[in-house]
């Protein structure tokens, strides 16, 4: 079974350019959320999909993040325009369960390395 | 300061060696998770614990909730085992996970 995988592995744009990174998670998986990690910093919470839904999206820095997931498959992540704070590594990850007090167990991406100049 | 705290943050061992990672979170918990990253490569979650301990091959991971503490355990280690390993916690109140900022382990033959 395919893991979770993400598209491109690296990004070089300069300020004010857009990009977009592509997440597709596991197959069946209903949960996706998406992550940063700026460098030198802990890993943060951008936002949670359920399927096709934003089920959480309070991690999102600022309006030029834009997240989508139609049909419930893959997620795209678009930045624009793009600042130089907003280099860092983008990490996707897909869950079965939901995250409940049980806990689930969440499967990551390998990341997209994205660097704003 | 961060919610979830490591220590310490750079680890370098000779192969062979006991390691132990700490991890420390000022958050109510439903969970804690051990992820490991290596040098250019994706996360892989290593363990899922709400309570005592639990056993992988060299790996052990213990957590006292009472404490808010965890530790990750490798015996035996091995120049692979040189990654990034990383805490994180499933708060509570949101269900969001929050990561502790890492532990660079470098093991040498």
């Known amino acids: 079974e395919a893991g979770v995988t993400q598209f491109p592995s690296h990004s070089v744009i300069e300020k004010g350019q857009t990009v977009t990174l592509r997440c597709d998670p596991i197959s069946g998986h209903d949960n996706l959320y998406w992550y940063r990690r700026v460098m030198g910093k802990e890993i943060k919470f951008l936002l949670h999909?359920?399927?096709?839904?934003?089920?959480?999206e309070s991690g999102m820095p600022n309006n030029r993040f834009l997240a989508e997931r139609t049909g419930g498959t893959y997620s795209t992540l678009k930045v624009q325009p793009a600042e130089l704070e907003d280099s860092g590594v983008y990490f996707c990850?897909?869950?079965?369960?939901?995250?409940?007090?049980?806990?689930?167990?969440?499967?990551f991406g390998p990341g997209t390395r994205l660097l704003v100049l | 300061k961060n919610e979830v705290e490591q220590s310490p943050q750079n680890l370098t061992a000779q192969e062979g060696e006991f390691i132990t990672i700490n991890c420390s979170y000022s958050?109510?918990?439903?969970?804690l998770h051990w992820l490991q990253q290596h040098p250019g490569g994706g996360i892989v979650s290593l363990f899922m614990?709400?309570?005592g301990k639990k056993k992988h091959g060299r790996l052990i991971a213990t957590i006292n909730i009472q404490e808010k503490h965890s530790s990750l355990h490798i015996t035996a280690s091995h120049p692979r085992d040189s990654a990034v390993y990383i805490c994180a916690v499933r708060e509570w109140d949101t269900d969001k996970l929050i990561f502790g900022t890492g532990t660079r382990l470098q093991v040498f033959p």
């Open positions: 958050v109510g918990i439903s969970a």
């Open positions: 990850a897909s869950s079965q369960e939901a995250p409940d007090r049980v806990g689930e167990t969440q499967y």
């Open positions: 614990l709400s309570s």
């Open positions: 999909f359920v399927k096709e839904s934003k089920q959480d």
